[in-house]
């Protein structure tokens, strides 16, 4: 394949992008000659972006594509917790149907690569781990989709709930998350080491949901930062939300630790919640990384499954407004957010993989102020997607129903 | 006209629509027959919404339509006013075509009301007036624009500034426009005594910028509800931005004194800055209203013009989650925001103006939350716009170009 006139980020001049066996082979000012029967896809001068990483979502939750559910107005994570607990089941949750609805929706919006809390706990067991892989294999080679295996209704407070989650990794699941280790669980540091146990043991990365704020959840992330050193976990462990990184006195001296511990941040800038400092952690050389939160489930209405306009959502939070501190926002959902999920090739350079996202607009940071539609979705060196709509292949590795 | 199976706000059953001479004249719930030649439009069971109304915006600012122009990143009202001096002459701001070009994307995203708030100062003189006036006249009876004369660049700081204010208001500017009388203008009871003055002896309403937060804001609010009652303005003062709202201590009695005055609040959920309660809001009895804010200028890159967008950001940023919530934000981008506007008679009921913009949601609920396109937007019980693109009338009224 060979993409012509295509505005790269950071570049001024538009270039051709050819691409063979998945991979990007050559980045050039001029358009060159295809080989007979190459295909060629002229940008026009519009803007390719990177494939999309969302790092951080509840698929298994959604009921995308489903019924319209009114969501509970309760002001804490304990009374969602329970009210999904109380609920689920009525609304025939997890459901691959509404997962697959909502892994299509991301894939038409350019997300190559996904990472998902999927609940995990006595009520619900490997459901939701099984469910989302059964849809993950389905989309396979259209989008990567990474399992965490979340104690959602609790660790250390639901005791049949870590065997499970031992169990998820065996089931597929690479991640191990957390839960407010001392706001939900009540018990930071047995929660804690429970997860970095299992993780070491098992050879998993680690994913904290931190809702925990001010001086509560600045502690939780330095005694995260500690136990990534001690456990030698650096560069696999993340932390989501973090909220409290947003406590002043204490944010410098905690992006200096992440940035030694190896301690990643993921945002969805979700609701009025704190948003992490795009400035600061590129800075400190701490990765922020974007996702979307649960997307229209019963802990709330909201979401499409769009990273690129998350990315505006976390610029907007973070009230950047010259072009270079919107980079930052899409450097959120593409490289840094690949880095959370272990991939270290992720974006447009020559020997990377050829994930392409069109989009009409004249520059990457116009793209994430104004949040265009996506023209094409390029996945391997495949279309796999044109104007919000997936398109079959005629490869034989087509795009699934 | 004849909108059959329409799903209204507040009702579960589709209703049908009839309007003559840009009027509802019946909702009811069969279908019934049209008179001969009558256009009927069948809905499909979606959602109706009423037309949309943008309480607060800068349109004479906007680059919507032009060249690509990275904004600066800095940190006060003040430094931003300062560039924007300097740059936007070189720009060719403000622009007929650039306004115009953003007032179309409005149009189609349903907007049918909109304040704007015009810079006036002795630099830009009234230019900046003229040109949204004209653009205003060639898109009459398709979107409703009024202006507010708006001293940017400082009032007390600006001697030149207060006569030209009521030049705008001769040459069409109904309210008068005010910022930060403190932290702006140094003379907070000099400044509101001007603004107070000129909207009273003009008979203008009043909206004030007030970017002023915590208990400097708070206190400006309280001085702005006493000259309300002591000029006996209510009803035709509002607070735009208000952040100082958000301070707790002063929360639920500044709210008590804005209903008794009759001050507004109106919102854009700008950037990171606080959102006004709309739950509070609505139990005390004021009217909160949703803007855009400034689009694509030289102040931030962002925007879109669509005040569906906005009420779910306003919504989020309230954490609303339930289907009632969800229902507040709609009112500040509908009802609410007429009634600051000073239409009264605003919204989906019988003898009230024909201004329905359907959308593809069960719910209007569901509309908020999810922000689906604008199939249809009917201005005056005609087809102003469909699928996000103009529509010009057959009737000789078309939208102009």
Sequence with gaps: MRVTNAVLPGRSEPVTIVT???????????????????????????????????????IDKTLHGGPWVSAPQVETVAERVAHERRHRDTHGLPSREYVASLVEAMVVAGTTHLRTHTDVDPGVGLRGITA????????EGVIDIQQVAFPQGGLITNPGT??????????????????DPAGFDDAPNAHLEAVFDLAASTGTGIDIHLHDGGSLGAWEMGLIARMTREYDLGGRVAVSHAFG???????????????????????????DAPVPPLRACAEHGVLLAGGTDGINDLWGPFGDGDMLRRAMLIAYRNSSRSDDELMLALDAVTTNAARVLGIEDHGLTVGGPADLVVVDARSAAEAVARVPGRDLVIRSGRVVARDGALVGAEGGNAPPH
């Design 162 to 179: 870590l065997p499970l989650l031992r169990d998820a990794v065996e089931a597929g699941a690479s991640v191990i998350g957390g839960l």
């Design 245 to 271: 990184i947003a406590h002043p006195p204490t944010q410098a001296a905690l992006l200096e630790r992440f940035a030694e511990a190896g301690v990643a941040l993921v945002s969805a800038a979700v609701y």
């Design 20 to 58: 063979e066996g998945g991979r990007i082979t050559a980045i050039k000012e001029s358009p060159g000659v295809g080989a007979p029967g190459e295909e060629v896809i002229d940008a026009a001068g519009r803007t390719v972006l990177p494939g999309l990483v969302n790092a951080h979502a509840h």
């Design 132 to 139: 989302v892989a059964e849809v993950a294999r389905r989309y």
